[in-house]
């Protein structure tokens, strides 16, 4: 095919590109814009309409929309530069917070929108070619357009592209700046000492600012009036009784779900544990749906075109309606955990017990709605600070002593001997009664702040920690009893073609996963602070996962307190969470796989070392170690290597070597360095080798790599022993082997599996040599388990009148 005739079919080319284009579900709009013509076909005239392809970059991201993006971060900078008060200092850099991360937010957004703009303009680019030499043809006029008109819009593309980069930058570096002046806030909020309550200065302040405070107070009730004034008004009234009353079916829907849906649960899953904790599981979500609609339809019928509302009240219901979903999963627990049939309680308890605790749920329902109640006084109400913190101390009395509602029972029951053992009632009476005495001494010594973030915090995780125990009880559960390859659901996969060995694996291996998940959540929720923020708790997810952001602004060594206890209980924990996955792979994992000790052994010291590893560079990290900082400890230690640390450095090495390939494996039987014995730990620097008098060898792992070494169970025949024999030609042989035979397969310790066997292997001096070969259970020490055999031969013998000799120069050979 011709250039020509190639130019000629560009512009149909490009027509039947745009039509495809305008057909797929993209979110590329449809018109190129009035500046821009379209293609055409060669014979058509240079004034024929031209027909559009895609839409005007202007029109996805616009001119007006950079400049806004632009004004906006430039107001949050000059924003964060106004002197607040203390009062309005924590929520003004919250809001800056939440304005900036919009901000970031619509940047990528926008990003993401425009980057298919470029490559399609690219394409058709592509799709023209260059233009013609000197010496090639012309080509018609409307394709010269098309091309000039692609490349502006491609350079328009390519400077939005800029500014948005631009704009992503400084609102990813601003978000970052405002979370640590919003952290540092909060540090100095904490540790802010106001006068104690028992004084008169608290009171005689509180009593001066109470007129501000009556105003507040008195402009909000009187709106509150007004709103519902008009909500029960006229034609609206209906609207709002009508809300109020499919609130009311839909609470009393979800009161009366407990049975249908325990029902269900009983009919599809197996009987056991799962029961309960499915049930449980399915109640709280169908209360955490319920209470939050239920709240959203009452406050939507009285907000609906409703003029008497302001923005104060409007602000109250939003953060109370934030505590409505938590309060219906708390009384949810209280009617699922504390239920007045035993069988469908997550955890055994007495039922007297459960009948005292009954309120305790309903309690701290309530203690939540305050709380949000709480969160708008703080940061919305405009009362004054030392009002603020009357509220908030008097709300930490009145909460704190519900932590010893729990601990009391349980201690009441084991006293009776009815519940759980003693050492666990004290423990949390104890901790329960720390952290209440700590709170009241934190508010009346003026630490207010201190005391109710103590509380919020405890009852975030309270409600958090028990949400992900179920979830991580119920992914347990499912495991063990209906996706293994003997479950329900296992069964249906094994005949589908799936081994069961890999479903018992998957059974066992993915709800591990999801309580590592859990974990990970639980501690986000720890670390984001008291106000159970969803961004928040996302932010930390993400930090975990992705790691931190950009360059830290100093690189050098720093100590501090937080630091110091950190690395302290970083080694602690490590210690208990690597001896959790260690059991977990020896009780849970490797039952359901073909590994024998030796690959199970690597395993687990492969797992150990590199969380180790991990545990020091989270600790490094933490006190501000880089590998810049690094540098002259690596230089050392290469001088160190060069000239005293070769030996430890090939031993290490050749241990990962051992680990690895696995020439040799715990319970093999070896010959190194003249000495014959059992491998029983391999580590990283040196391997244990138990010899025949029980007695322990250290071989340096180095020598299994560079000298020779006699593996004798590699021929996969694990505790295969032998018994050599000598009988004089007297003796009938055919009758000394079938007793050979017999006896071996009659001793105790020899595995019936492997039929013993007996054979004439010489024959010398007028005597013959007969072998008898067996294999002892797994387990067992093989030279004990010979010794009996040999017991059992020497009596069997004499049983049978049989002569023998056992020549001292014949050793025998273990396997």
Not at 76 to 85: A, G, R, V
Not at 322 to 328: N, T
Request: proline share 6%; glycine share 6%; with cysteine.
């Amino acid at each position: 095919m011709s250039k020509t005739m190639l130019r000629a079919l560009l512009p149909a080319v490009i027509f039947l590109w745009g039509g495809l284009l305008s057909a797929l579900p993209l979110s590329v709009p449809q018109a190129f814009g009035a500046d821009t013509p379209p293609p055409a076909a060669a014979s058509a005239a240079d004034d024929q309409p031209l027909t559009p392809l895609i839409s005007d970059i202007s029109l996805a991201v616009s001119d007006d929309t950079l400049a806004k993006i632009g004004s906006e971060i430039h107001a949050i900078y000059q924003d964060s530069l106004k002197p607040y008060s203390k009062t309005d200092n924590a929520a003004a850099f919250a809001s800056l917070l939440k304005r900036a991360t919009a901000v970031s937010s619509q940047t990528d957004a926008l990003a993401a929108k425009i980057k298919p703009y470029e490559s399609v303009y690219q394409n058709f680019l592509d799709v023209l070619g260059k233009p013609p030499g000197k010496d090639d043809p012309a080509e018609p006029a409307a394709i010269t357009a098309q091309r000039k008109a692609l490349t502006a819009k491609q350079r328009d593309i390519s400077n939005r592209i800029t500014r948005l980069k631009l704009y992503q930058v400084e609102a990813q570096q601003l978000v970052g700046e405002l979370r640590q002046h919003g952290t540092a806030i909060q540090q100095a909020t904490l540790t802010q000492r106001f006068p104690s309550p028992l004084g008169v200065t608290f009171w005689s302040q509180l009593s001066s600012e109470s007129a501000a405070t009556s105003s507040s107070a008195n402009d909000l009730m009187q709106e509150t009036r007004a709103v519902l004034a008009q909500a029960f008004t006229g034609r609206h009234a209906l609207i709002t009784l009508g809300a109020f009353l499919l609130s009311g079916l839909l609470l009393t829907a979800y009161f009366f779900c407990h049975k249908p849906v325990r029902i269900l649960v009983a009919r599809i899953l197996p009987t056991g544990r799962i029961r309960p904790i499915a049930a449980t599981v399915l109640c709280a979500v169908l209360s955490i749906v319920a209470w939050a609609f239920a709240f959203r339809l009452a406050w939507e019928g009285i907000a609906l075109d409703n003029p008497a509302l302001g923005e104060d009240l409007d602000n109250l219901a939003e953060m109370v309606a934030a505590q409505v979903p938590l309060c219906g999963f708390v009384v949810e627990l209280g009617i699922s955990l504390l239920s007045r049939k035993a069988e469908w309680r997550v955890f055994p308890m007495p039922d007297r017990v459960a009948h005292h605790l009954r309120l305790f749920p309903i309690w701290f329902a309530v203690a939540l709605i305050i709380r949000g109640i709480l969160r708008y006084v703080d940061t919305q109400s405009g009362l004054s600070i030392l009002h603020v913190q009357f509220f908030d101390g008097l709300y930490t009395l009145a909460v704190s002593p519900l932590l010893f509602a729990i601990p009391r029972q349980l201690r009441l029951s084991a006293e009776e001997g009815t519940g759980a053992p003693p050492t666990v009632a004290p423990l949390l009476r104890t901790l329960a009664m720390t952290v209440c005495i700590v709170c009241w001494l934190a508010v009346l010594s003026g630490y207010i702040p201190l005391a109710y973030t103590i509380i919020s915090w405890i009852s975030v995780m309270a409600i958090t920690l028990t949400g992900l125990l179920l979830i991580s009880l119920l992914a347990t559960a499912l495991g063990s009893s209906v996706f293994p390859s003997e479950g329900p659901i296992g069964h249906h996969l094994v005949q589908l073609g799936l081994p069961a060995r890999l479903v018992d694996q998957a059974s066992v291996v993915i709800p591990g996963l999801i309580s590592v998940f859990l974990l990970i959540l639980a501690s986000s929720v720890a670390t984001a602070g008291a106000d159970f923020d969803p961004a928040q708790v996302g932010n930390r997810i993400l930090y975990i996962f992705r790691g931190q952001s950009g360059k830290p602004a100093d690189d050098s060594f720093s100590i501090s307190l937080d630091t110091l206890l950190l690395c302290a209980i970083l080694p602690v924990i490590g210690h208990y969470a690597i001896k959790i996955v260690k059991t977990w792979f020896l009780q849970r994992f490797f039952p359901t796989t073909r590994l024998n000790i030796g690959a199970q052994s690597s395993i687990l010291n492969v797992i150990t070392y590199a969380a180790w590893i991990l545990i020091g560079l989270s600790m490094a990290s933490a006190l501000g170690v880089t590998m810049k900082s690094m540098t002259w400890v690596v230089s050392a230690l290469s001088v160190g290597i060069g000239f005293g640390l070769q030996s430890i450095v090939q031993n290490f090495v050749s241990g990962i070597i051992l680990m690895a390939e696995r020439p040799v494996s715990i319970g093999d039987v070896v010959d190194i360095a003249g000495a014959h014995g059992e491998v029983a730990r391999i580590s990283v620097r040196s391997t244990n080798i138990k010899l025949a008098d029980g007695s322990t060898m250290i071989v340096p792992n180095s020598q299994f790599i560079t000298s020779a070494v006699r593996n004798a169970t590699r021929a996969e025949k694990p505790g295969v022993f032998t018994t050599v024999l000598q009988l004089p030609f007297s003796s009938d042989l055919q009758k000394a082997m079938q007793v050979v035979v017999e006896t071996l397969a009659a001793s105790e310790n020899v595995d019936p599996q492997l039929v013993p066997t007996a054979s004439i292997t010489s024959i010398t001096d007028g005597s013959a040599l007969l072998t008898g070969t067996a294999r002892a259970r797994q387990g067992l020490d093989v030279a004990k388990v010979r010794s009996e055999a040999l017991f059992d031969l020497w009596q069997a013998f004499q049983q049978h009148d049989i002569p023998i000799t056992v020549p001292n120069s014949v050793a025998s050979s273990q396997a």
